[in-house]
């Protein structure tokens, strides 16, 4: 990996680097741009080495690594793992490893589900992989909170098939929250989407759940969480000027750079140009 | 890794490897086990670095090496690819490292649709990345006949989901199928099953295909291909005892042993009991 610090070098704009096992945490970057204008961003997808879901903690951990100091290199000042497994099983390592401050997505969504819930009744969705951790019950039990975790597995190839309005999503998402908001949690007035993939069925989301619920989308919350930390790190040292300017974008990944570009154009909602592929050994 | 040759030591009975990057493979086991019974068998899923589909040729070639280099310390005397994927970009490569003969599923498959169709006209279904290799297109067109390759990417998560018989399996075979016996394959006659878990669907497939069409499963396809080269290897050698003898079922998986067993026993359709870990570098 050679050292490559023109993103951060242009002014004094911030770049935030951001990091997933492949496309959902382009729905991330989404919240983020909306949020945070004034910023640059590197995201990094490691999409050769997808699904971390399978994977051992030691494995992720050693990969998410990886792309901490690749996005480092490229002169990322903070970093976003918007990936829940990535933050499920390895947010302390990637911490430990990395030489700059680092939020990952399950704390902001337990703390805007503990914002949102009147009755501490939650019901988080996401892989097989983030709800066999346990994350999400953990920081929401820390909170007071009870919640019921519902691995969804077929809702990531739907979404990647492009299925986001179709009959069989929606049937498909009637199963899992029917089997999730049932016995005592019937009456749960909150719905997290633990993965990064689900903001893209956010309406049909809304249309299947029961009428009292409120979705908590982790990703608007880490971007919230993101600008706060970025107010204590870079408080008002960039001028009118350069926060008027568009951010820059840059994308990195590790399998092929036509299909990031393909794919990737449905989570981040606009054109992906700048993508470099980066060959990491497997 | 070190030398187990006990397999094969017990008797002149062959032992044969098959090799899947995860449980599709055990279709092919299964047709195996109903066609030769008479052998012993030592199956590696390398459910770790699932899914290869996404990989390069490279990367695959080297996983399924090492995979077959395993088997073989093991003492396979024969290895089935029982991959689509893995068969598709790296059987010339497999074939060339290893001692032994090697059979693939693509080739049977390609024939049992020549023996089948009456009108040359083959509809191959299958992942995103077997299709985009157009292996079977090229097996196909070799014979003179007519191919549609479509991707159907839901089946194989549906099928892992555990959903073979359910409403919503059956929409989404519709959606595929109709989109690929359209146009100048309205009238195929023959679809090739061409992913090891779509055996699994094959009652729901034969009530969404139109009456006329022929069903090739390149598993059982795979499995007369084994039988007719085992018959050039070991030619009556084993005496009537041994083939009375109950198969030897030796697993091999590079993930959780718990996880291989339970998903593993629906592709099989028999309890899986004597699973090994193999811990293979990343």
Same mark, same amino acid.
């Given at each position: ?15 935030? @680097? ?12 989404? %919240? ?5 204008? @004034? ?23 050693? #990969? ?10 490229? @002169? ?9 497994? +990535?933050? %499920? ?45 346990? +994350? ?7 909170? @007071?909170?009870? +919640? ?27 199963? #899992? ?7 005592? &949690? ?11 993939? #689900? ?67 449905? &989570? ?15």
């Amino acid at each position: 990996m050679s050292a490559d610090h023109s993103l951060g070098a242009r002014s004094r704009r911030p770049t935030i @680097g951001v990091f997933d096992s492949g496309f959902g945490g382009l729905t991330v970057l989404k %919240a983020l741009l909306e949020l945070i204008p @004034g910023a640059d961003y590197a995201y990094f997808g490691d999409t050769a080495r997808l699904p971390y879901g399978s994977k051992s903690v030691e494995t992720v951990a050693r #990969y998410a690594v990886e792309a901490a100091h690749y996005l480092e290199s490229h @002169g990322a000042q903070m970093l976003v793992i918007a990936c829940n497994t +990535a933050t %499920a099983l390895a947010l302390d390592r990637i911490t430990a490893a990395a030489h700059v401050p680092v939020v990952g997505v399950i704390e902001p969504g337990a703390e805007a589900a503990a914002a949102a819930t009147k009755n501490q009744k939650i019901v988080v969705i996401g892989t097989e992989a983030t709800v066999s951790s346990h +994350a999400y019950r953990k920081a929401l039990e820390a909170r @007071g909170l009870h +919640a019921r975790e519902k691995a969804c597995p077929l809702l990531v190839p739907l979404v990647e098939e492009g299925w986001v309005e179709h009959s069989v999503t929606e049937q498909v998402a009637r199963i #899992y929250l029917g089997e999730a908001f049932a016995d005592g &949690f019937r009456e749960a007035d909150t719905l997290v989407l633990g993965c990064t993939h #689900y903001p893209l069925l956010k309406p049909l989301l809304h249309r299947v759940t029961p009428g009292h619920v409120s979705i908590v989308d982790s990703a608007e919350s880490t971007a919230r969480a993101v600008a706060s930390r970025l107010q204590q790190l870079v408080p008002a040292t960039v001028d009118a000027e350069e926060r008027r300017a568009l951010p820059r974008l840059k994308f990195f990944a590790t399998d092929s750079v036509e299909k990031f570009r393909r794919l990737g154009e449905r &989570f981040l909602g606009h054109p992906i140009e700048d993508v470099q592929h980066v060959d990491l050994k497997e």
